[in-house]
């Protein structure tokens, strides 16, 4: 994908907040009322590509997000970013790195239709599969 095909590289009718490095934009589609978008301005696709003065950017714009939804939209905030490079770019899916927060409360509307169905997924976490999986960051 070009950087003239991305929905996220010039955003300016749809940016509420920004700084030097990044801004912030609702999603649409979202998934919540409050969903916001916290996007770096430079176009890339991968996340380590990241420099370290747009963390810095992206975080804080992260950070104003939760200090105002929290308590208005919800009791908590999830934050997330995506790497799906097996996926095609779609309405959901847009390969500029971006950030996804959104309000959270206990047995909110992702918990009911998703996230009940969620825990049995969890299993306990056995030595051999611990190991296996951390020797992963030694190599």
């Known amino acids: 994908m070009s950087k003239t095909d ?13 700084n030097k490095h990044a801004q ?7 998934k919540v009322p409050g969903h916001f978008l916290i996007i770096p301005k430079r176009h890339i696709t991968k996340p380590w590509e990241l420099k370290n003065e747009e963390l810095i950017d992206i975080f804080e714009l992260i950070f104003f997000i939760e200090k105002k939804i929290i308590g208005k939209l919800g009791d908590g905030v999830d934050v997330r970013q ?17 950030f ?13 239709v998703v996230e009940q169905y969620e825990t049995q997924l969890f299993a306990d ?12 960051l030694n190599d």
Do not use: G, W
């Open 100 to 112: 996804h927060a959104y309000p959270r409360s206990l047995e909110d509307y992702l918990y009911k």
């Open 6 to 18: 991305c929905p996220f590289c010039d955003p300016t009718d749809r940016v509420l907040k920004e």
């Open 125 to 136: 976490l056995d030595d051999a599969e611990a190991k296996a999986v951390a020797d992963l």
């Open 82 to 98: 995506n790497y799906r490079p097996f996926m095609k770019q779609s309405r959901l899916k847009v390969d500029h790195v971006h």
């Open 24 to 30: 912030v934009i609702l999603s649409n589609p979202h």
